[in-house]
């Protein structure tokens, strides 16, 4: 029975190294660049915010600010859940 503990202590021990090593390779950083881009795409394409229609109105600027200003919580947002994990 020890023995056969031992056995799969091994075994599960060798599984997780493996784990890790395959994801080694992964950096970060070009997720979060990955994610960007196709964050980029889609407003591009789906029309999210028509900036045409936003930019051709009198008080665009307080628009724009007001997006921008969501978007900032966005970030905040997302990185204080990347911090906490």
């Given at each position: 029975m020890e023995?056969?503990?031992?056995?799969?202590?091994?075994?599960?021990?060798?599984d997780i190294e493996a784990e890790i090593l395959s994801y080694e390779d992964?950096?970060?950083?070009e997720v979060h660049e990955?994610?960007?881009i196709e964050a980029r795409l889609y407003i591009k394409k789906e029309g999210i915010i028509d900036f045409e229609e936003v930019l051709s109105e009198p008080d665009s600027a307080?628009?724009?600010?007001?997006?921008r200003?969501?978007?900032e919580r966005f970030r905040d947002k997302l990185f204080l859940q990347?911090?906490?994990?």
């Open positions: 023995q056969d503990i031992e056995r799969l202590e091994k075994t599960i021990k060798e992964i950096d970060i950083q990955l994610f960007d307080v628009d724009i600010e007001e997006i200003k969501v978007f990347r911090v906490n994990y």
